[in-house]
């Protein structure tokens, strides 16, 4: 059973920076896919970023590039989101998650419903 822990929330004023960190245990990942989405209060989860684990490719929703990025330690079976230049609007929490591989199938980063394990997310909070 994969588990996923996410950690490094917390209060930042805008301008700030804060990292974001996902531990992952139970499988050793490989052609899997690690995605970032974020919920604000009263709107729907939104993607925010994800990486393919060996390859190392990323992708980056339109409001977070140049701001945002991810990235993974395969050592620590960690992915990190380094969030820099934060704005008010990115306050919400922060869920990691994983796309189990499938023979034949894509990496379709942004669409939440194909994620197979979730985090309990973390709140990030940025004050004006």
Do not use: H
Request: glycine content about 10%; charged content about 20%; hydrophobic content about 35%.
């Amino acid at each position: 059973q994969v588990q996923l822990v996410e950690s490094g929330g917390g209060l930042v004023q805008a301008g700030g920076s804060l990292r974001l960190s996902c531990s992952a245990s139970g499988r050793t990942f490989s052609r899997d896919g690690m995605g970032w989405f974020r919920q604000a209060p009263g709107k729907d989860r939104e993607f925010v970023a994800a990486i393919r684990w060996t390859a190392g490719i990323t992708y980056y929703a339109d409001s977070v590039k140049g701001r945002f990025t991810i990235s993974r330690d395969n050592a620590k079976n960690t992915v990190y989101l380094q969030m820099n230049s934060l704005k008010p609007e990115d306050t919400a929490v922060y869920y990691c998650a994983v796309d189990i591989y499938k023979p034949g199938s894509t990496f379709d980063a942004d669409r939440d419903t194909l994620y197979d394990y979730w985090g309990q997310g973390t709140q990030v909070t940025v004050s004006s």
